[in-house]
C-alpha cells in the first residue's frame, strides 16, 4: 500500500535549524510532485513548499523564501525540507504530500502550487515547535 512516512520534526529555538524528511514505501517518487504543507493551531493548512521528481523544479511560499529548501535524495526514495533561520511563526504540524502527475514535468505547469484536491497521498504530519 502506498504510504508517506514523515520524521524530523522536535522543538528548536528561535534562529535554529531542522531537517523533516518524507519517505515513500509502496511506491516511488517518479511521475510525482512532493509538496509539503503547514498547519498552526488555529488556522488554515497552507502549502510551504514543492518540488517535481521529473526536472527537479521547485516552489516556496513567499513565508519561508530564502529560509527553506526542498530537495529529493532519489537513492532512500526520500524528499527533504531543511528549515533554516526559524521562527515561532513557523510553529505548525508539517505534512507531505505526493500527487502522481505523469503528464507533467515542471511545479510551474499551471501556476497552482498547492491544491490539496491534487493529492493523492498524505503523511501522518509531524510536529514542528519553534520557542522564542
Known amino acids: 500500500e502506498e504510504q508517506l512516512v514523515e520524521s524530523g520534526g522536535g522543538l528548536v529555538q528561535a534562529g535554529g535549524s531542522l531537517r523533516l524528511s518524507c519517505t515513500a514505501s509502496?511506491?516511488?517518487?517518479?511521475?510525482?510532485?512532493i509538496g509539503w504543507f503547514r498547519q498552526a493551531p488555529g488556522k488554515e493548512r497552507e502549502g510551504v513548499s514543492c518540488?517535481?521528481?521529473?526536472?527537479?523544479?521547485?516552489y516556496y511560499a513567499d513565508s519561508v523564501k530564502g529560509r527553506f529548501t526542498i530537495s529529493f535524495d532519489h537513492a532512500k526514495n526520500t524528499v527533504y525540507l531543511q528549515m533554516n533561520s526559524l521562527r515561532p511563526e513557523d510553529t505548525a504540524v508539517y505534512y507531505c504530500?505526493?500527487?502522481?502527475?505523469?503528464?507533467?514535468?515542471?511545479?510551474?505547469?499551471?501556476?497552482?502550487?498547492?491544491?490539496?484536491?491534487?493529492?493523492?497521498?498524505w503523511g501522518q504530519g509531524t510536529q514542528v515547535t519553534v520557542s522564542s
Open positions: 518540488i517535481s521528481d521529473a526536472d527537479g523544479s521547485t
Open positions: 509502496g511506491f516511488t517518487f517518479d511521475d510525482y510532485v
Open positions: 504530500a505526493a500527487d502522481f502527475a505523469p503528464d507533467v514535468y515542471s511545479v510551474h505547469y499551471s501556476g497552482n502550487y498547492f491544491d490539496e484536491s491534487e493529492y493523492d497521498y
